[in-house]
């Protein structure tokens, strides 16, 4: 289907086309990590939630499962469609949690430190978990929004709740951030095991990914980037 066509109302296409076509047509990118809730309409996700199960009994049906027969597949196709719209990616398809931001009157202007966050996410290269930690740390000034810090946590798991690479889902994270509060300094540390890893290819389970961003003052500051390092010791 060209971008330009416009899929009509009532049409008979699967729910997935009309969703990608409306993407397509705002020229929207639906990449794996991306938030595509705008563009799902009332009701299209539990038609989407059918067309998947119906897809995922094409793929067990491929393996050579007799899901007909097996009581122990005989309703996996469902069950692996609800996880994934509903649980492992759902920050693709609901939006941001709702977030009070609350103006810094105090004018705190010190390191504040949150974390270790526990994540939960999956490999777009494989669509296997990934499980770690995150930690936030934040230089606010006069003009910053405050959030609670139980706020922290639920936009993690809306960001993380997408197909991932951790590289880009913490650099994701900074940004909302930055945008959110509006700190002079922000630090985002990410430490996780891949079950990329773990349980194919090499099969070394000992190996951990660690990386950072760095924003503002936390980039600039080599000894406000060392006190955080050293407050959050991500070694215990």
Known sequence: MAVSEKVPAGSDLP??????????????RFHANDDIS??????????????????????????????????????????????????????RYSPAPPVTEFPNAANLNELMIVGPITIRSACSHHLVPIM?????????????????????????????????????????????????????????IMEADHFCMHWRGVKDTASKMVNSVMRGSFLKDSALRREFLSLININT
């Open 15 to 28: 729910v997935s086309a009309r969703i990608r076509d409306r993407l397509r047509r705002a020229g929207t």
């Open 38 to 91: 705008g563009f799902i309409e009332p009701g299209e996700l539990s038609l989407l939630l059918d067309e998947v199960a119906d897809k995922m009994s094409s793929v067990l049906e491929s393996l050579v499962i007799d899901t007909e027969n097996d009581h122990n597949t005989r309703g996996t196709a469902r069950r692996v469609a609800k996880m994934y719209l509903n649980e492992v990616f759902r920050g």
């Open 132 to 188: 770690g930690r995150l930690w936030v740390g934040v230089m606010p000034n006069q003009h910053s929004n405050l959030i609670g810090l139980s706020k922290y946590a639920r936009l993690a798991e809306w960001i993380m709740t997408r197909p991932q690479i951790q590289e880009e889902a913490i650099t994701q994270m900074a940004d909302l951030l930055m945008d959110l509060v509006k700190p002079d300094g922000l630090a985002v």
